[in-house]
């Protein structure tokens, strides 16, 4: 099967435009902003400490956890302009699930990856596990994949269920996750120097096939049809490669991209680069167009997400 055929095959929706194209949360320069992507206003919403490391929105975006170097973790609330903390040290935040609660590593003790729900408290979800964990990927509400960094076979994979008592942590092989498909029938996870896609089942990962040859960092997938990653291929070259029109694999990008995401109607990718945040429309030729301020210096991993506008 040809690299645009597995992609076909990987179980997306038609193309199917909203209106709604999102606000952008992003974090940076010691402060927190939102961007409205239909009309272009952007505002500071918040002041953070000019020496936080790491920053991300939560899906509805109502929260913004951020930390230092030191492990000290806070959640900023944008609705009511509350903020508090979590951690004074050695915790890290490793994503949202999609009903926003957070997962974060405690790196004092065992390392334990723990969910913290800002309105009831934290639950434990996996005891200890090497200190090279991937950020989860969810594939449900409940459901997550986890790989180890430091695993290029892909045997320390997890699934993990936060729900079930019943077997919540089970054990695979499918690499580092990258991006499931929106129907989270399907997953892309980096894996011995090639981009896979595999079929998700309650027992773990099956039925691997090779879309891209070298290693892919980030991926996102769009409900209206598109998949994008960033990734450096066999010949050393950098960027982010699309499936465009449902036809082809395109590089759409060059250089190093540090994160990436949809914009809501899904034919937009937002991404992060040299300390700023672009974006770049993916259903008509266009240039890539600068979406955060100018004298920000964007935050790279986990900097910002698409949410719904208010």
Not at 41 to 55: C, E, G, H, M, V
Not at 122 to 146: C, E, K
Not at 195 to 205: D, F, S
Not at 212 to 224: I, L, N, R, W, Y
Request: proline share 5%.
């Amino acid at each position: 099967m040809t690299i645009a055929g597995a992609l076909l095959a990987f179980a997306f929706a038609k193309l199917q435009h909203r209106p709604d194209a999102g606000t952008l949360l992003y974090a940076g320069s010691g402060a927190i902003y939102e961007r409205d992507l239909a009309s272009g206003s952007d505002t500071k919403i918040a002041s953070i400490p000019k020496d936080t490391k790491l920053a991300e929105p939560s899906p509805d975006g109502r929260y913004v956890a951020y930390g230092d170097a030191t492990g000290a973790l806070w959640i900023y609330e944008t609705r009511t302009k509350r903020r508090y903390q979590l951690a004074d040290q050695g915790t890290i935040p490793l994503g949202w699930s999609p009903d926003s609660k957070l997962v974060a590593r405690e790196l004092v003790g065992n390392g334990d990856v723990v969910l913290i729900d800002p309105n009831a408290g934290r639950t434990g979800l996996i005891n200890g596990g090497p200190s090279s964990l991937s950020l989860p990927v969810w594939i449900s509400s409940s459901r997550f994949a986890i790989g180890d960094l430091a695993n290029a076979s892909g045997n320390g994979s997890l699934l993990v269920d936060t729900q079930t008592s019943e077997q919540p942590v089970v054990s695979a092989s499918f690499g580092v996750p990258l991006a499931a498909s929106p129907d989270g029938k399907q997953l892309l996870s980096e894996r011995n120097h090639e981009l896979q896609e595999g079929t998700i089942t309650p027992a773990g990962v099956h039925g691997s096939t090779v879309l891209f040859k070298g290693d892919a960092t980030v991926a996102a997938t769009s409900p209206q049809g598109f998949v994008a990653f960033a990734a450096t291929d066999l010949s050393g070259t950098k960027g982010i490669w699309a499936l465009e029109s449902g036809t082809k694999l395109k590089r759409v990008v060059d250089g190093s991209v540090d994160w990436l995401a949809f914009t809501r109607d899904g034919s937009t990718i937002c991404y992060a680069k040299g300390g700023a945040i672009y974006a770049l429309t993916l259903t008509k030729p266009s240039a890539p167009k600068r979406v955060s301020r100018r004298g920000v210096n964007v935050l790279t991993l986990l900097s910002f997400r698409v949410v719904p506008s208010s």
